[in-house]
């Protein structure tokens, strides 16, 4: 037996573009939230125009705003602004990443909306944080990679530098962002009251950097690239084969002793040079060459085929193409069809949370702008002649 999703309920409206905040919205509407997500009339959300296109509509924006509803409003204008007051006195939380003070300039962030209803929940994530010297700058994911430490150990060393693949800073920014919802709403469960929430993309990226922390406050030593080798272990890193790299990790010694005995590298346990781990790292290019001068010999199957069967964690360093069709998610029904209302089915990518009783759910791609305007506003209090009038004058739109 199954239950309603855990934020059956609870009511967000999402002010964003992009990824940090549409990120944890998504988050949330797969929990069950109603999503509302609050768009310019004019384009909405920047991701919409971001290809590739599914006959006009975004594919990044379906997928990325899943089980959300849209309502298009010009927050600039006096009447957008009072039916957004009027929508954030019913609902329990605001999320917003637009520059700091935007919403304050328009009489809508948190000291205005949390006066009139001071059970709300705001959340404002941007680039540096909503004080201190660096909060006006321009946040992207880049600049906060760059700025974190992320960037500094990215990547080969002696290389130019590289970003993680993706938008690691964004994303991990909207994860903290939906922890921090959350805890607020188990808050206000217990005190009565909302709160105010700041989160950035630099603070998200940089509370990355556990290992890193490790070494420069014990030794003082600058953390610097290492490729895809672990920063404290080895071997714990991608290898080459006959046919391309695989990855293993012997993170323990008696791993270490495995994982020899299963690439045939016997030797290498006598070797003084590789007696423990610290010597190991220490040795790390000697240790990488000794262990490709044998794996290089058969294809990465047969080594991955080998060092499972010995309990040793490896794995192929797969292209997308593969993990979209990976058979281990395939039965797992980690990727399933969602509706749209002109695009038919569209595939999504699951959630990683999966709950015995009260599942997420996946129920609509993402919305078409102002798909849900009247729908809505409507639910705010709005009446019809109302809604024709704010259709007119371009403050709403209606699909």
Known sequence: MSFAPPLAGIRVVEVGNFMAVPFCGLQLADL???VIKVEN???GDLTRATGPFLDGESSNFVRLNRN???LALDLKSAAGKRVFERLAARVDVVIENLRPGTMDGLGLGHAALSARAPRLIYLAATGF????PYAQLAGLDIIAQAMSGLMSITGERGAPPVKVGVPIADLCCALYATIAVLAALRARDRDGRGQFIDVSLLESAVSLGVWEAGRWFATGEVPAPSGSAHQAIAPYQAVRAADGYFTFGANTQAHWLRACASLGLDALTADDRFATNELRLANRPALIAAIEAVTTTRPSADWTARLTAAGIPCGPILTFDRVFGDPHLTARAFFSDAPHRTLGQVRQIGSPMRFSQTPVRIERA???LGGDSADVLREAGVGDDELA????????VVA
């Not at 944080?129 to 201190?132: I, L, Q, R």
């Not at 009038?389 to 709403?396: A, F, I, N, S």
Request: glycine share 24%; net charge neutral; proline share 8%.
């Open 32 to 34: 069950g939230a109603d």
């Open 41 to 43: 009339p004019q384009g």
């Open 68 to 70: 959300k509803r849209s």
């Open 129 to 132: 944080g909503n004080d201190g």
């Open 366 to 368: 993402g919305p078409l």
């Open 389 to 396: 009038q704010l259709v007119r004058d371009g403050v709403t």
